[in-house]
């Protein structure tokens, strides 16, 4: 599993961290590990609809926290569980863009079993860094 959740790190809250060899790995496994904590079986959710996202930011760790909260903001204004399907990061200049496929369907109660509602993703311990291994992200989602 490329992510962990972390009991010890927030109380109220739930935290975890990611990892991946690439960036996009990463924000692939951060981008499951949010969708997870919303609902408990991820094979529940079919492949029904796609979003493209296209974000930028002069910060990495800020793309990867605008790209979490805005899994949050469709989940809230639309009703979608969404899973990343294709994430493509690059630089372009000072600023680094995400390209993302995101594929899912609209929330159904009878058949995603659903654990937390996810409110936001807070600067809590929020960490992007690269290791030896790749990259390693920190996230704690209030719930």
Known sequence: MPYEYLPDIAIADVAFRAEGRTLEDLFAAAAEATTNVMVDDLSTIRDKEEIHLDLSEDALDMLLFDFLNELIFLKDTRQLLLLAKNVRISAEGSRRRLLATLSGEQLDPARHPLNADVKAVTLHRFEVKETEEG?????????
Do not use: H, K, N, P
Request: proline content about 0%; cysteine-free.
């Open 135 to 143: 990259w390693v992200a920190t996230v704690v989602l209030d719930i």
